[in-house]
């Protein structure tokens, strides 16, 4: 079981830089970017509340469950 963060992919759409969100959300560059390569162990609700804030999105969009199976394949 694993938890894909498609953090990348969300901003792509949304055409916003590390920077901007880093700014926007008020978190640092390198702890977004732990969570944006899905190296983090964890999030605190209030943080996913502000990415999704600032992104418009929806904690889903971000964060996605994956079975052992899917999760050898997608990588």
């Not at 390198?30 to 999030?43: D, E, P, R, V, W």
């Not at 999704?52 to 052992?68: F, K, T």
Request: aromatic letters at 2%; proline letters at 1%; one cysteine or more.
């Amino acid at each position: 079981m694993a938890i894909i963060v498609n953090l990348n992919v969300v901003m792509a759409k949304r055409k916003m830089s590390l920077n901007e969100l880093s700014e926007k959300v008020g978190l640092t560059l390198a702890n977004l970017s732990i969570l944006k390569t899905g190296k983090a162990k964890a999030i605190r609700f209030s943080t996913l509340e502000s990415i999704c804030n600032v992104l418009e999105c929806q904690p889903g969009d971000i964060l996605e469950y994956v079975d052992d199976q899917q999760s050898t394949i997608a990588r």
